[in-house]
């Protein structure tokens, strides 16, 4: 299995992305799958390795990589040294950055030989799921997607009737710590003015209930962050899903940051198993 780590992708007046692929080197076509992380999450995070192994292992050809304004940069991608690209990231440019990526996938690219262009999927976690829900259903190049741990509602998550709202409106900075690295993780106020510029676009009910596509929610019964009414509001509303619930998993599926074992965590090798037996 090759394993390419820390590539980067160049687009004029953009900040670069920064990627890895892991695949089989045997110069067959494989179905690719396409990593996106979630809020305060990185390429690199917790067991995000061992997953792309085992996708890998399975026949896939995947793909991670860090959104370009999630604080990490191209020298230093775990955590979050730019806190000022963080502060200014948003939701287009997150799903800008996953079509820089698709486009990259769709051209003559070091790696041709090794991917089906037919046969391409997303995975979001978290917020990532929200971003590749979005995605799949805008973009005739996706074939199948699945979500872990994914939210249901962007919206809901701004809390416009709370004094901390207000206060962002009128400061136009709203600082949440992190509770790892304990940084204050600045969010300036042009976030929410560019969802609500495009609410319609990042509506995910309205993805979801017009996605045509195979769909795969997975997601754990004891989530703290993310509960699991929202996969089953998810599998309300879709046409053609599938819900995988994990007993008692968490909402990174027992893993953490930073992880040092050589095995995945029971509930994540659940959770992959069950993505790899979907896409096949």
Known sequence: MKKIKNQILVSKNKKPIIYDVFFKDDNKPKPVVIFCHGYKGFKDWGAWDLVAQMFAKAGFFFLKFNFSHNGGTTKQPIDFPDLEAFANNNFSKELDDLNRVLDFLFSNNPFSSQINKNNIN?????????????????????????????????????????????????????????????????????????????????????????????????????????????????????????????????????????????DLPNHLKEATQASINFLK
């Open 122 to 262: 997303l995975i979001g976690h978290s917020r990532g799921g929200g971003i590749v829900l979005i995605k799949a259903e805008e973009d005739p190049r996706i074939n199948k997607v699945i979500t872990w741990a994914s939210v249901s509602d962007f919206r809901i998550r701004f809390q416009e009737e709370t004094p901390e709202f207000k206060q962002w409106k009128e400061t136009g900075v709203l600082y949440i710590e992190n509770g790892r690295t304990k940084q204050q993780m600045p969010h300036y106020f042009q976030f929410f003015e560019d969802f609500l510029e495009n609410e319609e676009r990042f509506t995910i009910k309205r993805a979801v209930t017009k996605l045509k596509k195979p769909y795969l929610i997975v997601h754990g019964t004891k989530d703290p962050t993310v509960n699991i009414n929202e996969a089953n509001q998810l599998h309300k509303w879709g046409n053609a899903s599938k819900l995988f619930e994990i007993n008692e998993a968490d909402h990174v599926f027992g893993a953490k940051h930073p992880w040092t074992d050589n």
